[in-house]
């Protein structure tokens, strides 16, 4: 294309060209800056929402234990001689399940990576169930007050509630 004044070639398309390529840039660069800024919090945020997640799981296997157990006592006077092997081998937990685990014993197989047991309390009429969290002794108070409604004792908090008794890195409750 030529300008019709002095048949010099005109230069309109290259500028425009050159700004359009500017245009792109920016975009670009808006684009990745938003794509890092949704990492960063995606970073920021994963350990609160994966420690919620294994709390409402640890909530729920817990469930299923003492549920578990209270089918195993059916007419038995007491809870004594009740552990997760022994609900795993009557299959009232599912062999190789999720709390079962491969070895059939509670071992490695809690959301935090630790050991569930289960055995008669003190009172044989009553049962504590315990969950070790060995990879996050951090979350032990959260988890500690979420469970402490469940117990025998039904407290608002585990703060001196007297079913469940929280360690470094357990936490037992009484049913």
């Given at each position: 294309m030529t300008n019709h004044i002095n048949n010099a070639p005109s230069t309109n398309r290259t500028s425009k060209s050159r700004k359009h390529?500017?245009?792109?840039?920016?975009?670009?660069?808006?684009?990745?800056?938003?794509m890092v800024g949704i990492l960063v919090l995606t970073v920021l945020i994963y350990?609160?929402?994966?420690?919620?997640?294994?709390?409402?799981?640890?909530?729920?296997?817990?469930?299923?234990?003492?549920?578990?157990?209270e089918r195993w006592k059916k007419a038995r006077s007491n809870y004594t001689g009740?552990?997760?092997?022994?609900?795993?081998?009557?299959?009232?937990?599912?062999?190789?399940?999720?709390?079962?685990?491969?070895?059939?014993?509670?071992?490695?197989?809690?959301?935090?990576?630790?050991?569930?047991?289960?055995?008669?309390?003190?009172?044989?009429?009553?049962?504590?169930?315990t969950g070790t969290?060995?990879?996050?002794?951090?979350?032990?108070?959260?988890?500690?007050?979420a469970m402490a409604p469940i117990t025998r004792a039904n407290c608002q908090s585990a703060t001196s509630c007297s079913t469940i008794a929280v360690t470094a890195t357990s936490l037992a409750m009484t049913h």
């Open positions: 390529r500017g245009a792109a840039n920016v975009d670009m660069m808006l684009a990745a800056g938003f350990p609160r929402i994966s420690a919620a997640k294994n709390i409402g799981s640890f909530q729920v296997d817990e469930a299923s234990i003492a549920s578990a157990t009740v552990s997760i092997s022994v609900l795993c081998a009557q299959n009232i937990l599912p062999k190789g399940g999720t709390i079962c685990g491969s070895t059939n014993t509670g071992a490695n197989t809690n959301p935090f990576g630790g050991n569930w047991t289960v055995a008669a309390a003190k009172n044989p009429g009553l049962y504590t169930i969290l060995p990879n996050d002794p951090n979350v032990i108070a959260e988890l500690a007050d």
